[in-house]
């Protein structure tokens, strides 16, 4: 091979390599990021910093919303069991207060019964006077049932401690032991109140 032919391989080979190397720093310079792109990229991260702060305030306002919620749940809870309970308590006075005030007024019920029984023994039921006694029992007594007063008159029925009190035993043929043969004196009852037990002949075998 000549001088000249080593020299123009050289020269076309320095050639090649300075063109790889333009090439190069191009394609380097090409990829580095311009002033533009970097400002951008710092404004994505700092957007993104704040929109986690901002999810963060979010999450705490919604802590802060369930707390309120449940508080006054809880508030109107008691309150629905606060005005229930006053309710309640208001109505068992009313009750006790009308209990307290039929249970003086059955003495005059009791005397209105006896007068209206001796009048039926006297054969005295057709007289003015005796109706009008019937009259005025009867009235008292339809006032007492609109106040929700039962009477207690269990004659025939099976002897119950609870609305009952014994007064007279006896064996008498065709009823059975523990059953009430006759009522001596009515009992009377509101509501779930007891005012006063009947009192009662059973029937007790020997």
Known sequence: MSKKNKNDKHYKDSEMNSDN???????????KPGVKEVEEE????ELEEEIELLRKELEGYKKVEEEYIDRTKRLQADYDNYRKRTLKENLEHIKRANKDLIEKLLPIIDSFEIALESG????????DFYKGIKMIYESLMELLKKE??????PEGEEFNP????????????????GHILEVIRKG???????IRPAVVKVCKKK
């Open 21 to 31: 190397g333009e090439d190069f720093e191009e394609r380097v310079e090409f990829k």
């Open 42 to 45: 710092i404004e994505i991260e």
């Open 120 to 127: 039926k023994k006297l054969g005295k039921e057709k007289g």
């Open 148 to 153: 929700n007063v039962k009477v207690i008159a």
């Open 162 to 177: 609870e609305i009952c009190e014994v007064a007279i035993t006896e064996d008498v043929k065709g009823f059975k032991e």
């Open 188 to 194: 009377y009852m509101i509501d779930n109140f007891l």
